[in-house]
């Protein structure tokens, strides 16, 4: 994911699983295999190579059931091709069906948001992920885009609350902002990555990488012209080239730990203040981020749950709620320097 995969043809899919079984090693079979697809790229042939070669998980970008929001959200597709897609995604008995829905679209209101939210649920997929409409500088919703409008972010805000409601209604349980699951879904197996500490390796042009002490990877654009640069780039150079990385930042033990507490705070289950003890040298988050924490806890946003078990630093409905002001406000000064600093292109 992180595109569009299944803009691959069925055989170039093919082509990919074999190189990742036969040339890098991996069991399909053996290990959780998610992938993303639009409406219009969900085809039969594409779903039965993903179901043959062992897909656990399939995302559909939905967006909206309604034709108007759609276009309005620049995904030009008609409700009937969406419910067709559906149909096939069905059809190919991949364990997990997930539908992203989007709130916040130009035109959207709470009644057409519940109509979408109701079309989604009559094909009980396993998951759900509600995103608010993000306008990113450069974009063609960014070109449109005027000053920045209070009255619109308390209406996505209206919207998170009115959908989460609806889903926790019909028997789905949160597991952060953004994401929903079905309680009475089947389990998925294994589930013992935890992106706070284990790393990740992105493989393409555009794909992030984590480890230990680095995050790094290759340029990154939004403008067309540039977007075809990087990738001629990328596609030109020699297998020597990628055995460093140009763009990245080393993580240290002040990021590592911020880090650590954001992603944890992020996903509804929280986090265990024993564990991040017992990974940064028996501090506690408290004594590492002591005004962080009580601002979010003098807001309503943040919760100490000290129930059967273990003690949990949670966020309360509202700071999940504002998960994406919890974010930046953890962010370490070099990195605000960073951002600052970064020339859109």
């Known amino acids: 994911g992180g595109g569009t995969p299944t803009f691959l043809t069925a055989a170039e899919l093919q082509r990919l699983c074999d190189i990742a079984e036969h040339r890098m090693g991996a069991d399909l079979r053996a290990v959780p295999l998610s992938v993303e697809a639009s409406p219009a790229t969900a085809t039969a042939d594409r779903l039965d190579v993903l179901a043959a070669r062992g897909t656990t998980r399939l995302s559909l970008g939905v967006q909206s059931f309604d034709d108007t929001e759609a ?10 091709d969406v419910e067709a897609a559906l149909g096939r995604v069905r059809d190919a008995r991949i364990p997990v069906l997930n539908i992203d829905l989007i709130y916040g679209i130009d035109g959207q209101t709470e ?6 939210l109701d079309a989604a649920l009559a094909w009980r997929p396993e998951e759900l992920y509600l995103y608010p409409l993000y306008i990113r500088p450069l974009t063609g919703l960014g070109r449109r885009a005027g000053e920045a409008d209070p009255a619109w972010d308390e209406q996505r805000l209206r919207l998170y609350r009115l959908g989460r409601d609806h889903l926790l209604a019909h028997g789905y349980a949160q597991r952060s902002m ?3 699951r079905r309680a009475d879904a089947p389990p998925q197996g ?8 284990d790393g990740m390796i992105g493989l393409g042009c555009g794909a992030r990488s984590y480890t230990a002490g680095l995050h790094y990877s290759f340029d990154y654009a939004v403008g067309m012209h540039e977007i075809r640069g990087i990738v001629d780039d990328y596609v030109s150079r020699p297998a020597a080239d990628f055995a460093h990385a140009e763009y990245g930042r080393r993580i240290d033990t002040d990021e590592a730990r911020r880090r650590h507490l954001l992603q944890s705070l992020l996903q509804a289950e929280g986090l265990d203040p024993a564990d991040y003890r017992a990974r940064f040298d028996g501090r506690s988050p408290a004594d590492d981020f002591p005004a962080e924490l009580s601002r979010f806890a003098d807001r309503g946003w943040l919760e ?7 003690t949990r630093l949670r966020l309360t409905p509202e700071g999940l709620a504002h998960s994406d002001a919890v974010g930046p ?7 605000r320097a960073a951002m600052a600093a970064y020339e859109r292109k």
């Open 71 to 80: 276009r309005a959200a620049v995904r030009p597709q008609r409700r009937a």
């Open 111 to 116: 009644h057409t948001w519940l109509r979408s």
């Open 178 to 180: 953004r994401m929903f």
């Open 190 to 197: 294994a589930d013992d990555h935890a992106c706070q500490t």
């Open 304 to 310: 100490e749950d000290t129930g059967p078990g273990a």
């Open 329 to 335: 406000e953890l962010f370490s000064p070099a990195v």
